[in-house]
Structure formats: structure tokens, C-alpha cells
């Protein structure tokens, strides 16, 4: 009857990563999903290991989701920075420009608009949920890639070198950031946190199984954190990593 309780009790939301530390912590029988069960059996073949087991995060799917929107975020600030140096006509290397376009194609564009697209949103739309939502944010993930293969193109020392040119990286990135500061806010308040309703527990589970798979797949086990290392590192070379510096004198 204890144990009856206990399983009641636990959230719905617990994520493969949650569950393998629940688990772990509590020491109590809990009945595994397939997935569980399955890693327990690989897990026994390891059983000799003397390492200490490694506690995961609990990484539910829209907080995943919200996450590598903070990557975007992060890169968005770069381009205001870029944006900054253009206007005020100060020096300005198309490195970091070119190299956070590089992250803007390959794991928001390529990997996390992927997913959303073939995933999430005809998910909502054969559920007859936010589908005028969905639609736009399609348009502009298109929009989005059409900015980004112009901030590539133009990202070099010699457009810098030319006002035309240099005007027109500007506003390429200008307008990126304009879309995608409400794009992804509505998505974060809106779209995903309404997926719950319209999914099943076991779905909402897969989906965010299925998700960390193709990461794993294409950037490797850390790839969030590899990635945010490597905004990181332009962060740096472009000065504007120091948290600090953005606090106003008020």
C-alpha cells in the first residue's frame, strides 16, 4: 500500500535521466518503462565497474527544448554586439559572425527547428492546437535560414571593409534578432507548454527519448554543453563573455 502511494506520487514528467536518478537515490522498487528496464539490463553487464554510479539530470523534453533557446539567445547577443560595432564603425573580425552562424545552421536551424518541424508541430496541428501558431513559426524558421545564409555569405573581412556591405550584414542580423526574440518567447510560453496536453504520458516520454537521441547522434553525448562552450569561446574573443559588463550604473 506504501509503495502504492510513493509511485502515485511521483510526477509524470520524470525524463529517462530523472527516473535513472530517482531510482538510484531511493533505493525503491518502482515499476520501469521499457526503457528503464532495458538500461538496467546493460547496466548489470557493467556490473564489475568500481566507479561511482553518475547521478543525470532531470531533463524533461520542453525544458531541453527551452535550453538550446538559451543558445540561441546567446548567439542573438552576439549579433547585437556585431550590430554595435558595425554602426559605431569600430574593428571588427567576421569570425565570430561567420563561426555563430556556423551554430545558428547546424544545431538550431539543422537539429532544433528540425525537430520542432517534423515532431511538434503536426503533432499540434492534427490535434487542432495552436495550428495558426505553428504556421508562422514555420514561415519564419524559413525566413531564419534565409538570413543566415546571407550573415554567412557576407561575414568576411572584405564586406566589412565596404559600407554597402558591411550595411547589409547589419541588417541581416538585425532582422534575425527581431524575428527571433518574439519567435522563440512565444514558443517558450505558448507552444511548448501546452505539448503535455496533447500528447500521452508514454508519447511525451518518447518524444523527449527520441530528441536526445538525434543530439547524441549528431553533436555527440555533451552536445548541449559542447555547444555552449563553443558560443562561449566566441563570447570571449569578441569581449562581451564577462556577465558582469551588462549590469547597468543605476
Known sequence: MTEQRERSDRPDYISRRGFVSLAGLTGVGIVAPKWAMAE??????SAKSTEPPHEEEDVALPED???????????M?????AIRRIDAKQQLSPDPIKNSAQIIRSFIEDYHEKLEEDHLFPRFEKA??????TSVLRVQHQAGRRLTDQITQLATAASLKDASSASKLR????????MYAPHEAREDTVLFPALRGIVSKNEFAALGEDF??????????DGFEKMVDRVASIEKALGVYDLAQFTPHV
Do not use: C, T
Not at 77 to 81: A, F, R, T, W
Not at 128 to 133: E, N, Q, Y
Not at 171 to 178: E, K, S
Open 171 to 178: 541588417d541581416a542580423m538585425r532582422q534575425f534578432n527581431r
Open 65 to 75: 527544448l527551452m535550453r538550446e533557446h538559451g543558445v540561441l539567445k546567446r548567439v
Open 212 to 221: 536526445e537521441k538525434k543530439e547524441h547522434q549528431l553533436f555527440g553525448e
Open 77 to 81: 547577443l552576439i549579433y547585437d554586439e
Open 128 to 133: 487542432g492546437k495552436l495550428a495558426d501558431l
Open 40 to 45: 538496467q539490463r546493460a547496466g548489470s553487464r
